[in-house]
């Protein structure tokens, strides 16, 4: 298979070689002709959020994404402001109302600012759709053709745990910025001076949040309707501390670019925080994105610049002698991951990177990671513990704990 046939329209335009999505997101070889659910890759996160001009500037000015798309009341959307951002091939789109009556305006009321819809580009909606149908799936809306001068977008949308839907995207037949309704757009913000050209290249993994009792049932809808195979299943004490606990499980498509992380709240003596995000987002939803990067440290070290603030770590993790004997040799000596709280764990297969936001927006809910892979495919199991303990530390500030 070459590197024309595996790499995305999206990933293309990034710049990005198969070699560099290799690591960035464990991406293996696959066959699609053999899925009755084929999924080529992420095509978007549709936020709703607030105030969704706020939101964009933050997202330019913050994380390093680009401006490339819009559609509002000047473009004769009546109904929502709509901004699409891109950072090396992962694509947001944020969306906040112009009309109180929208129904964005009630999807934020309960929710808060988060993920609506995690949209995937797939070489043929129809037939997607058609196996979705017949395994159960509610079908949002059928497919149809969105047209305009730049050639013509398939779409169609399914249900998944909570508000939360797919919508389904063939865009082989479009060359326009985002979708047809959207114009080009660019921003007047201007990076500071040195500035890296992006911060993060792609989109690793979306973890959902559902009920307690119903991980298992998104687990099989992942494998009935979608064709996903399981990757790992975390229980027990490797994802409790003294006082919560949780379960998990990672669905993914063949070739390892979507990752689903599916959670749910396990018996505890106190409040987890998937109990906590289930309270405040107001049922089940998108917790966190997981934010592929080819320089943590540097990525990091530019955030905290711009003022993203980052769960602590405490100094003793980094002197537990067994997680010095566990990991290794890293590219970063750990003196400079301990002087930026970044998580390190290692599996068979390599090793990993990674670090945790605090919550984006006014309620605990959606949050950002940041990863760095080298070879590991895992998630980073050895840090649940001590990243569960961290989330603990700030519930229990916020009075939720």
Known sequence: MSIEQTLTDDEKLAELS???????????????????????????????????????????SAYGMQLVAYSGPETGNRDHHAYVLTSGAARFVVTGAYDPASPLADHHRRHGDGIADIALSVPDVDVCIAH????????????????????????????????????????????????????????????????????????????????????????????????????????GEDIATDYSALMSKVVSNGNHRVKFPLNEPAVGKKKSQIDEYLEYYGGPGAQHVA????DIIGTVDALRAEGVVFLATPDSYYSDPALRARIGEVRVPIEELQQRGILVDRDEDGYLLQIFTKPLGDRPTVFFELIERHGSLGFGIGNFKALFQAIEREQELRGNF
Do not use: C
Request: proline share 6%.
């Open 18 to 60: 198969l070699e560099q999505l290799q690591q960035l997101v464990g991406l293996v070889e696959h066959d699609p002709s053999r899925d009755p659910f084929p999924v080529s890759g992420w095509d978007a996160l549709v936020w709703v959020v607030g105030n969704a001009t706020q939101a964009a500037h933050f997202f330019q």
């Open 132 to 235: 979705a149908r017949a395994a159960g799936a509610t079908v949002l809306t059928e497919p149809h053709d969105l047209t305009d001068e730049h050639g013509t977008v398939r779409l169609a949308a399914i249900a998944t745990y909570g508000d939360t839907r797919h919508t389904l995207v063939d865009r082989s037949r479009y060359s326009g910025p985002y979708l047809p309704g959207f114009v080009a757009r660019t921003s007047s913000f201007v990076p500071r001076p040195g500035a890296p050209k992006r911060l993060f290249q792609a989109i690793d993994h979306v973890v959902g949040n559902v009920e307690l009792g119903a991980m298992d049932r998104w687990v099989a809808f992942y494998h009935r309707v979608m064709g996903f195979t399981d990757m790992a299943e975390f229980v």
């Open 291 to 294: 934010l592929a990067t080819n």
